[in-house]
């Protein structure tokens, strides 16, 4: 294929899913990563697209939020890390609420396997994952379907959520960063999203590293509200997804990464791109700061998910 051809489709691409992992653009051009992020850094410079973390942009700095059949095909490798990962934190009998997202479909199809869990959700592909599963309880929020997502959203969805009180809220998004924390493309699922953390005593965020360092128009969790990361490794050559992650980890993100390149266990990141284990929430009560926890995340009940891999301090 030829760069002008390669660089149309590329093109094309970023126009119709709004963002795209450079992974992602040399599986679809058959090319190399390398002649990939080539192909971006010359439509850059004639104002076509923007260069963002280990993806490509729609230009103006704020990406638009992309519709369901464009997600489930970006980044599924890592969603599926990812999700293993994140199963690994909820027990057997736990509350939890899951917003909607790729990321998070994917694992509410492993907490089908969690007995007696309660998950409230304003997801319609949340609720079909776990529709079919023994001795697990699906609540959903009432609202206005939005179909680009098929979630609920809107005044009726945020109210249903008031006077919920759960362990643990587990939320994607378009983008985060350390400054602003998690964002979304959207007005409306922003605000659920919001209600959804106030009801969870903690919050995970599921976020595959093309996400990290993206800002997108609508906050919905500040980044002194996360309680984890939950990642996959990015590329050996994607320095800035890692200073983003060092960034969120000096702000007290506890932060686990999913096995990357090919690794689907979870295991260990290879030695020299490891990033300091963070410590617990920072707290805005007056007094010394907390000591650096070292305490590992749980380990999977299953074997098969992915093992915890807590990044350590350099």
Same mark, same amino acid.
């Given at each position: 294929?030829?760069?002008?051809?390669?660089?149309?489709?590329?093109?094309?691409?970023?126009?119709?899913?709004?963002?795209?992992?450079?992974?992602?653009?040399?599986?679809?051009?058959?090319?190399?990563?390398?002649?990939?992020?080539?192909?971006?850094?010359?439509?850059?410079?004639?104002?076509?697209?923007?260069?963002?973390?280990?993806?490509?942009?729609?230009?103006?700095?704020?990406?638009?939020?992309?519709?369901?059949?464009?997600?489930?095909?970006?980044?599924?490798?890592?969603?599926?890390?990812?999700?293993?990962?994140?199963?690994?934190?909820?027990?057997?009998?736990?509350?939890?609420?899951?917003?909607?997202?790729?990321?998070?479909?994917?694992?509410?199809?492993?907490?089908?396997?969690?007995?007696?869990?309660?998950?409230?959700?304003?997801?319609?592909?949340?609720?079909?994952?776990?529709?079919?599963?023994?001795?697990?309880?699906?609540?959903?929020?009432?609202?206005?379907?939005?179909?680009?997502?098929?979630?609920?959203?809107?005044?009726?969805?945020?109210?249903?959520?008031?006077?919920?009180?759960? /362990?643990?809220?587990?939320?994607?998004?378009?983008?985060?960063?350390?400054?602003?924390?998690?964002?979304?493309?959207?007005?409306?699922?922003?605000?659920?999203?919001?209600?959804?953390?106030?009801?969870?005593?903690?919050?995970?965020?599921?976020?595959?590293?093309?996400?990290?360092?993206?800002?997108?128009?609508?906050?919905?969790?500040?980044?002194?509200?996360?309680?984890?990361?939950?990642?996959?490794?990015?590329?050996?050559?994607?320095?800035?997804?890692?200073?983003?992650?060092?960034?969120?980890?000096?702000?007290?993100?506890?932060?686990?990464?999913?096995?990357? /390149?090919?690794?689907?266990?979870?295991?260990?990141?290879?030695?020299?791109?490891?990033?300091?284990?963070?410590?617990?929430?920072?707290?805005?009560?007056?007094?010394?700061?907390?000591?650096?926890?070292?305490?590992?995340?749980?380990?999977?009940?299953?074997?098969?998910?992915?093992?915890?891999?807590?990044?350590?301090?350099?």
């Amino acid at each position: 294929m030829f760069a002008a051809e390669r660089r149309q489709l590329i093109l094309e691409m970023v126009r119709a899913n709004g963002a795209v992992s450079l992974r992602e653009l040399a599986r679809v051009v058959q090319t190399s990563e390398v002649t990939v992020r080539r192909d971006v850094r010359a439509l850059e410079a004639e104002g076509l697209l923007d260069r963002r973390h280990g993806g490509a942009v729609l230009p103006g700095g704020f990406t638009r939020e992309s519709g369901f059949p464009q997600k489930s095909h970006l980044a599924t490798a890592e969603k599926t890390a990812i999700a293993d990962l994140a199963a690994g934190l909820v027990d057997e009998g736990e509350a939890i609420v899951v917003g909607a997202g790729t990321t998070t479909q994917e694992l509410a199809r492993r907490l089908a396997r969690v007995p007696g869990l309660t998950v409230v959700t304003n997801s319609l592909l949340v609720a079909q994952a776990l529709a079919h599963a023994n001795r697990v309880e699906v609540v959903m929020t009432g609202g206005t379907l939005r179909g680009s997502n098929y979630a609920l959203v809107g005044s009726g969805a945020e109210q249903s959520l008031q006077g919920l009180r759960v /362990s643990r809220a587990f939320l994607s998004g378009s983008g985060l960063t350390a400054e602003r924390g998690l964002s979304t493309s959207n007005m409306l699922s922003a605000s659920v999203d919001r209600a959804l953390v106030q009801a969870a005593a903690e919050v995970v965020v599921l976020a595959d590293h093309t996400k990290l360092g993206t800002d997108t128009m609508f906050q919905t969790v500040p980044t002194d509200l996360i309680t984890r990361l939950v990642t996959d490794e990015p590329p050996a050559h994607d320095d800035r997804a890692a200073t983003e992650l060092q960034a969120l980890a000096d702000q007290g993100v506890q932060i686990a990464v999913a096995g990357g /390149s090919g690794n689907q266990g979870g295991d260990q990141v290879p030695a020299g791109r490891r990033t300091p284990l963070p410590g617990p929430r920072r707290s805005h009560a007056p007094g010394p700061s907390p000591l650096r926890s070292t305490t590992p995340l749980p380990e999977p009940a299953n074997p098969d998910r992915a093992r915890v891999a807590d990044l350590r301090r350099r």
